[in-house]
């Protein structure tokens, strides 16, 4: 570590809000506040690739935003300052612990923003779940609850760190992925959150539920410019697959 880097930790260190510094774009130290705030979590990776100026961000766990402010010192140096964003939160389920669908509009219009500001392309997913009512009638809705909650865990290790899994009631649920090369990229997801999800689950009781998943999806640019249009394409598709034969997924047309 050189004196100039080693001049930045310290600078870093004394200030009284959270900060980071990125060495070639990757995260290189945080000081105190920031430790307490977001424990090791590389914040960068919530939200990739965050231009200059401000901009902002949701924090998982917490569902607190934040305003971030990117200062670019040289090839080498960018400093992340995080400042919160005060009575501005994100509302959590509590079974499963997605995001509620009362985030959706905030989180929603966010990623979208970004992806145009970068002109790059994200997908919505609109995923149902094949085979819940049965669940519910035959072993009871405490068995139901199990079974969305395996879900969410699957689809939530499924997907990256920077998608974002919602559930937006029953046995639905939207998943934004935040940066994709194409749409045939959201197929291989689907094809990926379908196989997951649909392995058995073992039940409280010992028995093992099985359901499936039918998904719609819809991207931007191609499908729609504002995030109600893209949800609602997504649902839509999501419709289609299921009069085709359920557990598969189907891209609006």
């Known amino acids: ?144 609850d199990v079974v969305l909650k395996e879900t969410a865990a699957r689809m939530t290790r499924t997907v990256r760190n920077n998608d974002i899994c919602f559930r937006m009631g029953g046995d639905e649920f939207v998943i934004i992925l935040s940066t994709i090369n194409d749409r045939m990229h959201s197929c291989l997801v689907s094809r990926r959150l379908i196989s997951a999800i649909s392995e058995p689950i073992v039940l409280p009781s010992g028995n093992q539920a099985k359901v499936g998943a039918s998904i719609g999806i819809a991207t931007f640019p191609a499908d729609g410019s504002e995030i109600e249009e893209l949800l609602h394409k997504a649902d839509e598709a999501m419709y289609m697959a299921k009069k085709l034969g359920k557990s598969n997924y189907q891209l609006h047309l």
Not at 29 to 43: I, K, Q, V
């Open 1 to 144: 570590m050189d004196r100039h880097e080693r001049y930045l930790h310290a600078l870093v260190e004394h200030l009284d809000f959270a900060a980071c510094i990125l060495k070639e774009g990757v995260m290189a130290y945080a000081n105190d506040a920031y430790r307490h705030s977001f424990g090791d979590e590389d914040t960068t990776s919530l939200f990739p690739d965050p231009q200059s100026g401000v901009r902002s961000f949701a924090h998982k766990d917490t569902g607190l935003f934040y305003s971030v402010k990117r200062i670019t010192l040289d090839d080498e140096f960018t400093i992340l300052f995080f400042s919160e964003r005060k009575g501005v939160s994100l509302a959590t389920d509590p079974l499963t612990g997605l995001l509620h669908r009362e985030s959706f509009p905030l989180i929603s219009q966010q990623v979208i923003d970004d992806a145009r500001s970068r002109d790059q392309v994200l997908a919505l997913l609109f995923v149902d779940l094949d085979g819940f009512k049965i669940v519910n009638d035959t072993w009871g809705h405490e068995s139901g």
